[in-house]
């Protein structure tokens, strides 16, 4: 009788109920590497770090007052301008780097930078079309699913 189901002697059958209507269940809990979610998340992190820390370097050169002008409003505020790139570097490289170490806090840092930067890049929309872009790229990978079972909250 078990031949008319299409069960075959010697051939695996499922297992017992393992989730929603018998679906696999989720194994991002127990792995030892990220998903892929979250590294692309930690080298999107990354990389807005480092252009931070660049624009930090460049307003030490001669380029400082222009870079001043735009970033406070007025000419000759280099070590304002410098402060805050490294403010916004650290806010970058600090939880991209612990993205991948599994540090719930790492995730949620990442969602309040990237809730912030669509926020700034929504008031100012016509020129910061790609700003918006990477940061709703980077809230939507710590939002998924497979994120927030590796960093184990469903």
Not at 94 to 100: C, D, G, K, S, T
């Amino acid at each position: 009788m078990s031949e008319q189901r299409g069960d075959l002697p010697g051939e695996e059958r499922p297992g017992p109920y393992s989730g929603l209507f018998g679906a696999a269940p989720d194994t991002y809990g127990y792995q030892l590497t990220p998903p892929k979610q979250v590294t692309i998340a930690s080298v999107i992190a990354i990389g807005l770090g480092v252009m931070c820390l660049l624009l930090a370097i460049l307003t030490l050169t001669s380029a400082g007052d222009q870079i001043s002008e735009v970033l406070t409003g007025s000419r000759g505020n280099a070590p304002v301008a410098v402060a805050a790139a490294m403010i916004c570097a650290f806010i970058y490289l600090v939880p991209a780097l612990y993205l991948r170490k599994r540090r719930r806090w790492s995730r949620y840092m990442l969602i309040a930078v990237a809730a912030m930067g669509i926020a700034g890049g929504v008031m100012a929309l016509p020129a910061s079309i790609l700003g918006l872009a990477i940061h709703v790229t980077l809230l939507t990978l710590m939002l998924q699913r497979p994120t927030k079972l590796w960093f184990g909250r469903p």
